[in-house]
């Protein structure tokens, strides 16, 4: 089988290749891909969903504080892991994650995931590009959001045309920047009472560990985009691994400590939060700037998962096209009812993750892995990966109405409840995986 082998780095610009055609540049070391996660890490998305994490059961009461914590860092450890084994193999092969979804789909197959990245990419860089604008008009005057909206678009597809200059600016200011930020406003949160740790309850502990996995796990079907450009697989691995779970577990406990300190009252989000601290308005500005680098990892990911269809266009100019349409589109669009669906999308690649690592870690391991134009498509894992995603809506149907209604519905005709400590992303990696590897050795034996 044929598989993209990146050569050494030769002299010239430092930049992502152009088209599919020209092979990566292998210039990201350790300290380069922790910087850029820990970027990617850094979202007012994530202390956004404290919400959800203290009372991630309406039907139950809320977490305590103790849980909270618990179900974030065990959220993070899980879901940073399966990050990691999501960017090695873009560092082993050289080929970016729509690309690599031809060795286990061929060519043809893997477009259906990725008209499916195009989507939740699309939908997510819109998402980023509106909360940019939203931070930055609390912070300043409300009629200039329209006009936020178009810096941050702007200035997000001028970094997906660049990627790699990028990560090294990232290196040398943003995230000293961010650093200060972040570390002020946990020393302010902090000086607030807090509840007692054992006030509430442990019940909903795996809802909530389910809402950290899946954010971090959203982030596999982007990260071998970056890791083809990784020294070695180590530095892939460790680099997703350490500089996400450091800023996402971060960011997620502050949200919980932000809202357990001001309490759960209606109407009152973290951000109000946040803006209540001395000088706050000050750190989130700095962390709203920040939030650019989430929106164009989404655009520039568009670009190079379109080139999975059309390889031989230049990224510059599919970057250029998606960050006007999302811009346009975060001027008009209400991303929030859009959001529901971006997380269904986000559900179907968790079973198809559980497929791949199946395929790539066991049953291929030691072989190349067929990134190219004929790589043939294996039919029988659509069957596995079709039944990790059931698993997974029959645990969490998701908020989407129609939808939600329909798995409830099924979940009742096989008198299933999930359990409490049932996690969807679990459910649905093991029931893909275990079935992938069961059906790929028994075609072995045949």
Same mark, same amino acid.
């Given at each position: 089988m044929a598989t993209t082998v990146a050569p050494p780095t030769a002299p010239g610009p430092v930049e992502a290749p152009l088209t599919l055609d020209e092979p990566p540049r292998k210039v990201l070391g350790l300290a380069d891909q922790t910087v850029l996660w820990t970027n990617l890490g850094v979202s007012l998305l994530l202390p956004a969903t404290a919400t959800f994490l203290l009372t991630p059961d309406p039907s139950v009461a809320p977490l305590s504080l103790a849980a909270a914590l618990v179900a974030i860092l065990v959220g993070s450890v899980i879901g940073n892991v399966l990050l990691g084994l999501g960017a090695l193999p873009g560092a082993e092969t050289g080929a970016p994650a729509m690309v690599l979804l031809r060795g286990l789909l061929g060519r043809r197959g893997s477009y259906v995931p990725t008209a499916l990245n195009l989507a939740q990419c699309v939908g997510w860089s819109i998402f980023e590009i509106v909360v940019i604008a939203e931070a930055a008009a609390r912070l300043t005057d409300e009629d200039l959001r329209p006009l936020f909206v178009l810096l941050a678009g702007g200035l997000a597809t001028l970094m997906a045309v660049r990627p790699l200059g990028v990560v090294h600016a990232l290196k040398k200011v943003a995230v000293w920047l961010v650093l200060a930020s972040t570390v002020y406003l946990f020393i302010q949160v902090l000086r607030r009472p807090l509840p007692p740790l054992d006030e509430g309850s442990w019940e909903g502990f795996w809802k909530a560990a389910d809402l950290v996995i899946a954010l971090s796990v959203s982030w596999i079907p982007l990260a071998a985009d970056y890791s083809r450009h990784? #020294?070695?697989?180590?530095?892939?691995?460790?680099?997703?691994? %350490?500089?996400?779970?450091?800023?996402?577990?971060?960011?997620?406990?502050?949200?919980?400590?932000?809202?357990?300190?001001?309490? %759960?009252?209606?109407?009152?989000?973290?951000?109000?939060?946040l803006l209540a601290?001395?000088?706050? @308005?000050?750190?989130?500005l700095v962390l709203a700037v920040d939030e650019v680098d989430e929106a164009f990892a989404n655009i520039y990911s568009t670009a190079v998962s379109t080139q999975n269809l059309v390889p031989r266009v230049d990224r510059r100019i599919l970057a250029v096209g998606v960050g006007a349409a999302a811009t346009v589109a975060a001027l008009w669009v209400d991303i929030v009812s859009y959001e529901n669906f971006l997380f269904l999308i986000g559900s179907?690649?968790?079973?198809?993750?559980?497929?791949?690592?199946?395929?790539y870690y066991v049953l291929d391991r030691g072989r190349p892995w067929d990134v190219s134009e004929h790589a043939p498509p294996r039919w029988w894992v659509i069957g596995p990966w079709l039944a990790g995603f059931v698993a997974y809506q029959l645990v969490n149907p998701g908020t989407v109405g129609w939808w939600q209604r329909f798995w409830l519905a099924r979940a009742?005709?096989?008198?299933?409840?999930?359990?409490?400590?049932?996690?969807?992303?679990?459910?649905?990696?093991?029931?893909?995986?275990?079935?992938?590897?069961?059906?790929?050795? @028994?075609? #072995? #034996? #045949?």
């Open positions: 990784s #020294r070695t697989g180590r530095d892939a691995f460790l680099g997703a691994f %350490l500089g996400y779970f450091t800023s996402g577990t971060a960011f997620f406990v502050l949200g919980v400590l932000a809202l357990a300190g001001y309490g %759960l009252e209606p109407g009152f989000d973290v951000i109000d939060a601290v001395p000088a706050g @308005a000050v750190a989130l179907v690649f968790v079973p198809l993750f559980g497929t791949f690592a199946a395929a009742e005709d096989l008198s299933f409840t999930p359990p409490t400590w049932m996690s969807a992303s679990l459910a649905a990696l093991v029931v893909s995986f275990g079935l992938t590897l069961a059906v790929g050795f @028994a075609s #072995r #034996r #045949r």
